[in-house]
C-alpha cells in the first residue's frame, strides 16, 4: 500500500478534519485480527477515501442523495446500479452516499471487475476501502457475513456505453439476484442521474495486451460537473418472494432479474424527469 | 489410548508434535520417523517414545516399518509430515520423499492391521491464487495444477490429490490438513524465509492479504485431527490476518516495493549465494492476490479455532 493506516489517518484528518475518523471509528466490519478484514478493509482508509472524494462530491457533482432511508440498517443486503460515465465516478459518488447516509455507517462492498485487481496502487487502495475483486466466492463470503454489496449488474458494457445510449440499460446480469436468493438478501434499486451525461463516449480502443479492456474516447478531457441525484428504491425482498434453494432456477432467477432491472428503469426515469437540468 | 506414528518427525512443527503427544495422556506410543541418524534426531528421549531411521524414499523401507515396528506397537494412526522444504529442490528423489512415500503409506495402510487413520499434512500453497478468485478460499477452491507450477507446488498438489482421491474408498480415515504457512524456523514455509531477509522486496502498488499461522496452532489441528473420527479435507488457518507490508512491519523487516523482474532476480540471486530458500517465481501471484484460509469446516468438525497468534517480535496485533 502507498501508505500505513496511520498515516491514512493523518491524511482523513488533514482533509476532512477530525470528524471523518471518528465516523470511520463508529465502521462496523469484521476485524481479522491487526485493523484489516479478510478482504483487506481498514477503517483508517475509509476515511482518508472518503474524504479524498468529499470535494468531488459535495462540491463538483453535488450529490443529491433520494430515498437512502431504502438501504437496510444491518444484515446482508445488494445495492443494485445502473452503471455509466466512461469512469467509475459514480462507483465512488454511491459508496461515498452510502457511507455518509447511513447511521451507523454502513460501508457498501463495491464488487469490481477482475481487471482492477491487476492495477497497481489503485488496486490495493481500493481493497483498503472495501471493494472486492467479481469473484462469487468473494460475495457470497460477504453475504454470509451480513455485508452490504454494491453491484453495477451492466458491468463494463454499461460504463462504456456510447453517449446515445445514456439512460438504457444494457444487458442485465443476474448473478446478483442469485446471491440475493440464495442468501435472503432483499436488493435495494439505485437509480443514478446525472453520471450518464458526465462524459460523453463516443468511442472506443480496445486494448487487448492490457489488463484494462479499452480506452475510452470521449467528448471532453474531464468529466463535466453533472450534478448526480442518486435515487434508492424500495428493497425487492426476493428473501420474501423465493426460497433460497430457487437460487438454481433460471427462470426464477431471470424474473428477479428483470424485476430489479425495471426498478433501476424506473427509478431513472422518476430522476430525469424530476431533475430541473443536467446541471441542476 | 492409541499409538501413533509421525513421519518427518525431527522438523520443527515434527518435533512439537511428537512432544505434544506425549503430553497426551490419551497417547499410548509414539514411533517418531524420519531420515535422520538416531543419535542426531530428537533432543528429547521417553520412554513411550522411539525414534527411527527410514529413508521413506524406498517403498520396501516403507513397507518393512509399517508392517514392522509400527504393527508391533500397534499403531492406529499415522501423521505424515515428511515433505521436502526446499523451494529449489527438484528431481526424482524430491519427488519420492513428496509424494511416492505418501501414496506408499496410503497402500500399505489400507490393508495394515492396526493403522485405522492416516493424517497428512497439506499446504495453503496447493490452492490456485488468481484475480478471478475469491481471497477467502474453502476447501472446494481450485487447486493449481498449471503445467508451468515448480516442482514444489506440483509435487504438494499430487500429494493432496492422491489422499483426498483415496477418501471413501480405502478401509482406513484420510485426514488432509491443508495448513496456512507456519511462522518459524525448518517449517519451509516461504513467507518465513522472504521475512526473515535483512530487506523484503515487494510488487510495486500491491500488497495482498496473508494469513500466518503459529506451529503451536499446525500441531494443535494435527492432534485434533489424530484423536478425531471421519475424514475429508480441511484448512487450517493461523490467528493473523494482515497485508504483506504490515507483516514485515511487526516482523521488523524493512520492504520495499519493486518491480518484479527486478524481485525475481533479487530472491534467484539470494539463493545461489546461499541466502534463502524464498523464490519469488513461487510467490509471484500471492504476492498480487490475497489469499486467506476459509477455516469454517475444521471448527466445526474437528474443533479447530486458531488461538495462538504469532509473536511479532516488534509489536503484537493492533486490535482484535
New interface residues.
Partial sequence: ??V??HIARVISSWLGGPGASVRADRLAFA??????D???LHPDFVAMGSSLVAPLYDRYFRVVSHGAEHIPKSGPAVLAANHSGSIPVDGAMLWTDVYRQTDPPRIPRPVAD??V????????LF?RCGV???????A??LLEAGELLMIFPEGVPGIGKHFSQRYRLQEWRQGHCELAIRHGAPVVPVGIVGAEEQMPQIARVPLPFSPIPYLPITATPLPLPVRYHIWYGEPIRLDRDYRPEDADDPEKVRAAAARVKAAVQALLDRGKKERKGIFK | MISVLVTGATTSIGERLVRSLLADTRVRHVLAVDKQPTHRALPFSNNRLTYTSVDLTKSRRVHELLFGPARDLGVEVVVHLAQSRSAYAVGRGVHARNVEALRSILDLSDRHPTIRRVVVHSFAVVYRVGLDLPVRVSEDHPLDLAPHVPQYVRDRVEADLSACTRMGLADCEIVVLRCAEALGPGTGSQLFDFLDAPVAFRPLGFDPMVNVATIADIVRAMELATHGSGEGVFNIPGFDTLPLSECARLWGTPMFPAPGPFIRRAYNLRHWLGGGEFSYGLNRKRMHFGLVLDGTRARQELGYVPAHPVDWPVGGPIAG
Fill in positions: 500500500m502507498p500505513p493506516p476485524d481479522a485480527g491487526h485493523g484489516f479478510q478482504f483487506g477482475y481487471f485487481s491487476t492495477l497497481p496502487v489503485i488496486s490495493t481493497a472486492v475483486g467479481g469473484s462469487r466466492g468473494n457470497r463470503a
